[in-house]
T-cell receptor, first 111, second 112 residues
Framework: GESVGLHLPTLSVQEGDNSIINCAYS??????FIWYKQESGKGPQFIID?????DKRQGQRVTVLLNKTVKHLSLQIAATQPGDSAVYFC??????????FGKGNQVVVIP | DVKVTQSSRYLVKRTGEKVFLECVQD?????MFWYRQDPGLGLRLIYF???????EKGDIPEGYSVSREKKERFSLILESASTNQTSMYLC???????????FGQGTRLTVV
């Protein structure tokens, strides 16, 4: 929603540059991870997911990297566009039917 | 496309009122969820349901209850609304374990 971005870490990136958003997770039993994008006034939208048997997965202009050793997840956005301005959340699941979300990162694209 | 529809975008209720937030999904998903979202706190799970008439508490169930009488509908109930329940409420559904959850557009509830 419109106030989601308050108090969040903010990444400002020039249009056309690549963006990297990082996420640390805490549960070593988590085996499924998702990145969501939330634009102002909307619900979160699925971007890309990855399972723990992989360390990299690519989508259209996005790549997710998973480092299980240090419990770290990252989302890379290539050639960032103004429409990429949003709050980005990582989420993890350990197969217990629930997703645990991070607090989010605000991305601001500078034209 | 999966569609998760929440009945209201904005609600204003008075302290002590009983409040119903409704959510409907159209993809025959087994699991449905209610989250609340507050600045700086991210999304916190209130309740979820993995089948009709089944429910489980999430991380912050106090002050809330839920109802799932039909597979496509999951209701969140605030028995006696309080000002600290002013928040954005998000409903989601997923097909099964370890698949992505699809979200509704959210209901911004203000309790005065």
């Amino acid at each position: 929603g419109e106030s989601v971005g308050l108090h969040l870490p903010t990444l400002s990136v020039q249009e056309g540059d690549n963006s990297i958003i990082n996420c640390a997770y805490s549960n070593s039993a988590s085996d499924y991870f998702i990145w969501y994008k939330q634009e102002s006034g909307k619900g979160p939208q699925f971007i890309i997911d990855i399972r723990s048997n992989m360390d990299k997965r690519q989508g259209q202009r996005v790549t997710v990297l998973l480092n299980k050793t240090v419990k770290h997840l990252s989302l890379q956005i290539a050639a960032t566009q103004p429409g990429d301005s949003a709050v980005y959340f990582c989420a993890e699941s350990s197969g217990n039917n629930r997703l645990a979300f991070g607090k989010g990162n605000q991305v601001v694209v500078i034209p | 496309d999966v569609k998760v529809t929440q009945s209201s975008r904005y609600l204003v209720k008075r302290t002590g009122e009983k409040v119903f937030l409704e959510c409907v999904q159209d993809m025959d998903h087994e699991n449905m969820f209610w989250y609340r979202q507050d600045p700086g706190l991210g999304l916190r799970l209130i309740y979820f349901s993995y089948d009709v008439k089944m429910k489980e508490k999430g991380d912050i169930p106090e002050g809330y209850s839920v109802s799932r009488e039909k597979k496509e509908r999951f209701s969140l109930i605030l028995e006696s609304a309080s000002t600290n329940q002013t928040s954005m409420y998000l409903c989601a559904s997923s097909l099964n374990l370890n698949t992505e959850a699809f979200f509704g557009q959210g209901t911004r509830l203000t309790v005065v």
